[in-house]
């Protein structure tokens, strides 16, 4: 989503992109910890239910979306930017990979503090003195 162009886009066209839509369980498991963590919003901001995301689940257990235009909340920008990073993203991988959601994501954002902190002292120590 960080990619898109636009700001918003259609939860169908991810759905998609990601697999065969419907029917695709690991979609379905990792689109709910998206929603339940606030990774995502609607276009006003608002967040809920999967129903209320654009998930709508049948008696038989089938789900389908619609095209409910989403966007990342800073929150999904935060973590999004944090696992781009290689150096933060091998450490989750290595060091928190059985860890809470939260603990991995309060752990990128540490892991990322610390490294800008690392840019920054090191741009200032190859910054004349004036």
Sequence with gaps: MQEHEEP??????????TGNGSTDHEFVFH?????????ISRKDLSHGTLNEMGASFTLDGTVS?????????????????????REVLNKLKTELKDAPFKTVFDGSQKLLQHFFKKKLDQLMREEPNT
């Design 65 to 85: 979306f619609g095209n409910l235009q989403i966007r990342l909340t800073q929150s999904g920008h935060d973590f999004a930017l944090a696992l781009k990073n």
């Design 8 to 17: 918003y886009i259609g939860l169908i066209d991810i759905a998609k992109k």
């Design 31 to 39: 689109y709910s910890l998206i929603v339940e963590n606030g990774l």
